[in-house]
């Protein structure tokens, strides 16, 4: 497995993690039995970060994780949960109270003294811009509630903003084959700074997976349902934000390219990601072992050549570009 520092953590992480939203919550009942089974499989797989949110299944996420780290303390895995989405989405909402409360809940949930990276959960645009928000933050690390916070956001110049700020440690960002806006600027910007960059939705919600169909439905709890036209929060949380028809085919022709490489959709997916300049860590979610596993061996593929990226924005030039470029 590769492994990469995750910016001003300084922490050594590993270049495929693993997202645990699928353990919480909108997308279909997991149990815990079958929530350990991945864990097991995604940490006996070399993964070594694990991203949560106090609001996934309402702390379920954060909770499962607690107690399997806790039955397993030789286990070294970084933990990265989310605060901030608990209230609505007003910038008067992120204050010092609540981020005490927020933490507070977080630090019982994953039964820690100190947690790993707090980042704060898609705020709203103009909390990037209240210093007082950044103040509060870095008093909470001067606590010892958290040793580093970061963002994860759902805009391009959100994330510049971001990273624009002395102590934030890390922004976590939509990217991949199907959404490349942030290999313009975000990426740069984020090496230059030293800010680490985890890369969520991969697999654009399981497009890049080439399993689907136009025909293909999902449970009525699983987002993927209700949240095609961004019912519930921000359509490009599913399926990138892109038509589902369109994505189909264009996963279609994403199967073919990784073909060629002799690479399952998914794992050429990853791989690619993962080996972009600038990405710290790739987190896919998974619902079963297998799925976790075959995840994980994505940060273990052999550097792809030149042209596997050149066709990447091609297929993106061709499909997506001109619809959702501009919109995040």
Same mark, same amino acid.
């Given at each position: 497995?590769?492994?990469?520092?995750?910016? !001003?953590?300084?922490? $050594?992480?590993?270049?495929?993690? *693993?997202?645990?939203?699928?353990?919480?919550?909108?997308?279909?009942?997991?149990?815990? @039995?079958?929530?350990?089974?991945?864990?097991?499989?995604?940490?006996?797989?070399?993964?070594?970060?694990?991203?949560?949110?106090?609001?996934?299944?309402?702390?379920?996420?954060? #909770? *499962?994780?607690?107690?399997?780290?806790?039955?397993?303390?030789?286990?070294?895995?970084?933990?990265?949960?989310?605060?901030?989405?608990?209230?609505?989405?007003?910038? @008067?909402?992120?204050?010092?109270?609540?981020? =005490?409360?927020?933490?507070?809940?977080?630090? =019982?949930?994953?039964?820690?003294?100190? &947690?790993?990276?707090?980042?704060?959960?898609?705020?709203?645009?103009?909390?990037?811009?209240?210093?007082?928000?950044?103040?509060? &933050?870095?008093? *909470?690390?001067?606590?010892?509630?958290? !040793?580093?916070?970061?963002?994860?956001?759902?805009?391009?110049? /959100?994330?510049?903003?971001?990273?624009?700020? %002395?102590?934030?440690?890390?922004?976590?960002?939509?990217?991949?084959? +199907?959404?490349?806006? %942030? &290999?313009?600027?975000?990426?740069?910007?984020?090496?230059?700074?030293?800010?680490?960059?985890?890369? !969520?939705?991969?697999?654009?919600?399981?497009?890049?997976?080439?399993?689907?169909?136009?025909?293909?439905? +999902?449970?009525?709890?699983?987002?993927?349902?209700?949240? !095609?036209?961004?019912?519930? +929060?921000?359509?490009? @949380?599913?399926?990138?934000?892109?038509?589902?028809? $369109?994505?189909?085919?264009?996963? #279609?022709?994403?199967?073919?390219?990784?073909? /060629?490489?002799?690479?399952?959709?998914? $794992?050429?997916?990853?791989?690619?990601?993962? #080996?972009?300049?600038?990405?710290? $860590?790739?987190?896919?979610?998974?619902?079963?072992?297998?799925?976790?596993?075959?995840?994980?061996?994505?940060?273990?593929?052999?550097?792809? %050549?030149?042209? +596997?990226?050149?066709?990447?924005?091609?297929?993106?030039?061709?499909?997506?570009?001109?619809?959702?470029?501009?919109?995040?």
């Amino acid at each position: 497995m590769r492994t990469s520092i995750l910016g !001003r953590t300084g922490a $050594t992480v590993s270049s495929i993690g *693993l997202g645990t939203w699928q353990l919480g919550a909108d997308w279909g009942d997991v149990s815990e @039995e079958d929530a350990r089974a991945v864990l097991d499989a995604a940490v006996e797989s070399g993964v070594t970060i694990f991203d949560t949110a106090d609001v996934y299944g309402d702390g379920r996420s954060e #909770q *499962l994780i607690g107690r399997y780290l806790h039955d397993r303390p030789e286990l070294d895995v970084f933990v990265a949960t989310k605060m901030g989405r608990r209230l609505p989405q007003e910038p @008067e909402n992120y204050s010092a109270a609540n981020f =005490d409360a927020w933490t507070r809940r977080s630090l =019982d949930n994953l039964g820690v003294d100190t &947690l790993d990276l707090v980042q704060l959960h898609c705020p709203p645009t103009a909390v990037y811009g209240i210093d007082r928000v950044f103040d509060d &933050l870095d008093a *909470l690390v001067e606590q010892g509630r958290m !040793r580093h916070y970061g963002v994860s956001v759902e805009r391009v110049d /959100e994330a510049l903003a971001a990273i624009a700020r %002395p102590n934030v440690a890390s922004v976590q960002i939509i990217v991949n084959a +199907f959404r490349l806006k %942030p &290999l313009d600027e975000v990426l740069p910007a984020a090496q230059a700074a030293g800010v680490g960059i985890i890369a !969520r939705v991969p697999l654009a919600s399981g497009l890049l997976s080439g399993r689907y169909t136009r025909d293909t439905t +999902f449970a009525a709890d699983d987002h993927r349902t209700y949240n !095609r036209q961004g019912e519930a +929060f921000d359509v490009g @949380e599913t399926f990138s934000g892109v038509d589902y028809a $369109t994505g189909v085919e264009a996963a #279609q022709r994403f199967s073919a390219l990784a073909a /060629e490489h002799d690479l399952a959709p998914a $794992t050429a997916a990853l791989a690619w990601l993962a #080996q972009l300049p600038g990405v710290s $860590t790739v987190i896919p979610g998974a619902r079963s072992p297998e799925q976790a596993r075959a995840n994980a061996a994505a940060g273990e593929v052999a550097d792809l %050549p030149p042209g +596997f990226h050149a066709s990447v924005v091609a297929l993106y030039d061709e499909y997506f570009r001109a619809s959702i470029h501009e919109r995040w």
